[in-house]
């Protein structure tokens, strides 16, 4: 069973560019959680999705940044036009139900620089 | 909002000496508080966890306490090997979606 596989591992953007980050679960889990990683900070919160629902995006800022977990494919977490301070390794995690009760499943997480 | 405060931010030992890493938190319902390990160009992994309802927990080498009370909580790593290094997040959540994440302790076991 592969675990939590995010690509790209490194995105390298322009400012104004659009980035799209993607994160496949473990098989069997229909639950992901994204989380931003700033250097020498701890994970936050971005957004919580089940399959075709947002569940909790209250951690993500409400412009330029969307995440979607359809019913086929992987999850993406999509930033417009990315400005510098969107630099930031952004891991997804998974797991077989919500609740935090639940081990999250963590991915290899992408870093993403804006030039 | 809810916060959680990790300390130290960076912790050196020696090989076979213990290492203790302190949380704590702010969200009084908090009644879940996972640790994970995060290795270089990994993503994070659970190493352990303590419900509300338990004051202390081992597993092997590892153990955490938990103070409800003072809404504190450690780790603590005995007899340190040197994979152990890598950055060690806590957290706390409360049974909802969101687990909050403390900032990372960055482990360095020297051999």
């Known amino acids: 069973n592969a675990g939590v596989m995010q690509n790209p591992r490194h995105l390298v953007r322009r400012r104004g560019q659009e980035a799209r980050l993607r994160c496949s679960p473990m098989k069997g889990h229909s639950h992901v959680y994204w989380y931003r990683q700033l250097p020498e900070e701890g994970l936050k919160f971005m957004v919580y999705?089940?399959?075709?629902?947002?569940?909790?995006e209250s951690g993500m800022p409400k412009e330029r940044f969307s995440a979607e977990f359809p019913k086929e494919g992987p999850s993406i977490l999509r930033i417009q036009q990315v400005v510098r301070g969107d630099s930031a390794a952004y891991f997804c995690?998974?797991?077989?139900?919500?609740?935090?009760?639940?081990?999250?499943?963590f991915g290899p997480g992408t870093r993403l620089t804006v030039l | 909002g809810e916060n959680v405060e990790q300390h130290p931010s960076t912790l050196s030992v020696q090989e076979g000496d213990s290492a203790v890493i302190k949380c704590t938190y702010s969200?009084?319902?908090?009644?879940?508080f996972p640790w994970y390990k995060q290795e270089l160009g990994k993503g994070s992994q659970l190493i352990i966890d303590i419900r509300s309802n338990v004051g202390e927990k081992k597993d092997q080498r590892i153990a955490v306490t938990l103070n409800k009370t003072a809404k504190h909580f450690s780790l603590h790593i005995t007899e340190t090997q040197p994979e152990d290094s890598a950055v060690y997040f806590c957290a706390a959540g409360t049974g909802g979606f969101k687990t909050i994440f403390g900032a990372g302790t960055r482990l360095f076991v020297k051999a």
């Open positions: 969200d009084s319902a908090s009644n879940y």
């Open positions: 999705l089940q399959k075709e629902n947002i569940i909790d």
């Open positions: 995690a998974s797991a077989t139900t919500g609740g935090t009760y639940n081990e999250q499943f």
